[in-house]
């Protein structure tokens, strides 16, 4: 009967420990977080530590102005990536909005803000 019961706890804690494993995490970011960039283009990587759904994601690009623009994806065959580009950067900060769908069916999202010098 404790063999049984080993064995039950042992399932439920490998299948607890797959869940938590499948959200999808940022393993790198360009631009990382608060770092400070020069120029009005910048070419945005977000890089996941598991599968995404890169056609059901989405990017934001808040400006400085509070005003948000959507960031098309522009490879949505990437199976663990988010590219895209933003353009008409002015100095000041910056927060991207990033949303993907994990491999669980769970929807994740964050946050990275930046700047852009002079």
Same mark, same amino acid.
């Given at each position: ?31 990382? @977080? ?5 120029? !009005? ?12 759904? @890169?056609?059901?994601?989405?990017? =934001? ?13 522009? !490879?949505?065959?990437?199976? !663990? +990536? ?10 000041? @900060?910056? +927060? ?12 994740? =999202?964050? !946050? ?7």
């Amino acid at each position: 009967m404790r063999l049984i019961g080993f064995f039950c706890v042992l399932s439920l804690a490998l299948g607890l420990n797959e869940g938590a494993q499948a959200h999808a995490i940022v393993v790198f970011s360009s631009p990382r @977080a608060d770092e400070s960039v020069q120029g !009005d283009e910048l070419p945005v990587e977000i890089r996941f530590n598991s599968r995404i759904d @890169a056609a059901r994601s989405r990017l =934001q690009l808040f400006k400085i102005d509070g005003g948000a623009v959507a960031l098309p994806v522009l !490879d949505a065959e990437s199976l !663990d +990536r988010l590219k895209a580009k933003a353009t008409g950067l002015k100095p000041g @900060a910056y +927060r991207l909005h990033w949303q993907t769908l994990s491999p669980d069916g769970h929807i994740t =999202q964050g !946050d990275i803000p930046f700047a852009v010098g002079r």
